[in-house]
C-alpha cells in the first residue's frame, strides 16, 4: 500500500545502537520502524547502528573484527559502528561503552545524503546527541522517542557510581531532548519526567510499543515435550535480559523454596553466570539460551506462568519489551515488581497478571501455587493478554503512531529543501 503522508518519498535516518539481529530490548522496534517505513521503496531509510550484542553483552561473532560496516537488511540501509561491549556493567564501562558509540558516530557518519529527518531511540545517550547533532546540521525536524531515561535506569541500577553516572545521564537526556521538534514517549508514566526537564508538553506525543511477536502455532504440550518440561509439574518462565535491575535472585530463592515447581530463565545478559552460581545444584532451576526467533512464541506459550520481576529499588517507568510478547503468548503473568511503575500498571491495564511484592519468593510462590490449583482460572486470566494485544499493542497500530509522529515533525518543521 503506497504511503500517502507527508514522510513519502522523504529520506529518514533512525539512530538506534540496538537493532536485528537483536531479538530483544529495543532492538526489534527500531527495526520493525524501519522496515515498515522501507517497505516498497515508501520512505528511504536509513539506520545508525551499533554491533549487535544485546542482551548476551557480546559481540555477535558474525561482526568480529569489524569496525564500519554498511549493509542492507529489507530494503533498510544500515550503517554499522563499532564500540566497546562491556560484559559488566560498571559506571565507567557503562560511560566508555556511550562515549565509543558517539565517537564512531562523529568519525565516521552514515554516508548518505541530507536526511529531511532523524528519528532517535533513547536510550543511548550517546544515540540521542548523534541524531540532535546530525539533524542540526542539515536543519532538519530531530524525534526522539524515550524508551528509558537512563538517568532514573543509573540512579536505581545498583551499580558503582550510579549516583554520579545518574546526574551525567540526566544533564545529557536534557539536552537532547530540549533540542527536539517533537518528542516521543512509550508510556504516559514518562510525560511529565520529560515535561520536568524543560520540555513543552505540547511537543510531547504518546507512542506506545506494540507486541512484535508472532502468536503460537505449536501445541503447548508438543512444545513442552520437546523442552523436556514435566507436563504435570507448574513451569515459571522468565524471559529476556538477565541484568541488575531485573532482580533474578527471586526466582532462584522460589527455586530454592518450592521444589514442586520449575523455573526456567531464558535469555542471556551479565548477571547470568552469577545468577547460575547462586542456582548450583537446584534441580528445578534451568537455564536456556534465548530462543529463535520462530520458536519463541511457542516456547513462551508452552510456560503455566510468565514471570517478570524488578528490583525493590527499582520503579521503572518504562514497560519491559518482553511484557507485550508475554501478553501474546496467552500464559498468565506474575509481575514481582513494584506497584506504583509502569510494568505494574500495564499488567494491571491489561487484566492479564498478578501483582506481587518484588523481591519476595514467598509472594511469588503464593501467586504461582494458587494458578496451579485452578488452570481454568489460569487460562482465562492468560487469555486476556491476546485480547489486550487487538486491542491496544497491535503491530500495525504501533507502526502507524510512529509514522504519524514523523509526519507531524515533517509538517511542524519542514525540511529544507536543497540538494539531497
Keep these: 500500500m503506497p504511503e500517502t503522508g507527508t514522510a513519502a518519498g522523504r529520506r529518514v535516518l533512525l539512530v538506534s545502537t540496538n537493532y536485528a539481529p537483536e531479538q ?27 554491533i549487535p550484542h544485546y542482551p548476551a553483552w557480546r559481540a555477535d561473532p558474525a561482526y568480529r573484527g569489524v569496525w564500519r560496516r554498511e ?6 540501509r544500515v550503517h554499522r559502528r563499532r564500540h566497546t561491549v562491556p560484559p559488566r556493567q560498571t559506571a565507567v564501562r557503562r560511560a566508555l561503552y556511550e562515549a565509543s558509540i558517539l565517537a564512531g558516530g562523529l568519525l ?23 541524531g540532535a547533532r546530525i539533524a542540526g546540521r542539515h536543519g532538519v525536524p530531530y524525534v526522539p522517542v524515550v524508551q528509558d531515561l537512563m538517568g532514573a535506569a543509573a540512579a536505581q541500577s545498583g551499580i558503582r557510581g550510579g549516583d554520579r553516572a545518574a546526574a551525567a545521564a540526566a544533564a545529557v537526556e536534557r539536552r537532547v531532548l530540549r533540542r527536539a521538534t517533537l518528542v516521543g ?30 502468536r503460537p502455532s505449536r501445541p503447548r504440550a508438543e512444545t513442552r515435550a520437546r523442552l523436556g518440561w514435566n507436563a504435570d509439574r507448574p513451569v515459571v518462565l522468565h524471559s529476556g535480559n538477565m541484568g541488575l535491575k531485573q532482580g533474578l535472585e527471586v526466582l532462584v530463592g522460589a527455586a530454592s523454596a518450592e521444589p514442586g515447581v520449575d523455573i526456567v530463565l531464558m535469555g542471556d545478559g551479565n548477571q547470568r553466570e552469577r545468577l547460575q552460581g547462586l542456582g548450583r545444584g537446584l534441580p528445578n532451576l534451568r537455564f536456556l539460551p534465548p530462543a529463535g526467533e520462530a520458536e519463541f ?31 501474546a ?92
Design 24 to 50: 530483544a530490548g529495543i532492538g526489534p522496534y527500531a527495526t520493525q520502524i524501519a522496515e515498515h517505513w522501507a517497505a516498497g521503496g515508501r520512505i528511504e531509510t536509513h539506520v545508525l547502528a551499533g
Design 71 to 76: 549493509e542492507t537488511r529489507a530494503g533498510v
Design 108 to 130: 565516521a557518519p552514515p554516508r548518505m545524503g541530507r536526511p529531511d529527518a532523524v528519528v532517535a531511540q533513547l536510550p543511548s545517550l550517546a544515540g540521542g546527541v548523534l
Design 185 to 214: 514517549v512509550i508510556h504516559e508514566t514518562f510525560t511529565d519526567k520529560v515535561a520536568a526537564m524543560g520540555v513543552d508538553p505540547a511537543r510531547i506525543r504518546l507512542v506506545p510499543n506494540w507486541s512484535h511477536v508472532a
Design 297 to 327: 512464541p511457542d516456547v513462551l506459550a508452552a510456560a503455566d506462568v510468565l514471570a517478570v520481576t524488578q528490583r525493590a529499588s527499582v520503579l521503572d517507568m518504562s514497560i519491559p519489551s518482553k511484557l507485550t510478547s508475554y501478553f
Design 329 to 420: 503468548a496467552g500464559r498468565p503473568v506474575v509481575a514481582s515488581v513494584a506497584e506504583e511503575g509502569g510494568t505494574a500498571g500495564e499488567v494491571r491495564r491489561s487484566g492479564a497478571g498478578v501483582l506481587v511484592p518484588p523481591e519476595n519468593p514467598d509472594a511469588l510462590l503464593d501467586a504461582v501455587r494458587k494458578l496451579a490449583a485452578d488452570p481454568a482460572a489460569a487460562d482465562a486470566l492468560g487469555a486476556r493478554g491476546p485480547a489486550y494485544v487487538d486491542a491496544h499493542l497491535s503491530r500495525e497500530a504501533g507502526l502507524a503512531r510512529i509514522t504519524g509522529l514523523l509526519d507531524e515533525a515533517l509538517e511542524t518543521h519542514p525540511s529544507p529543501r536543497g540538494p539531497r
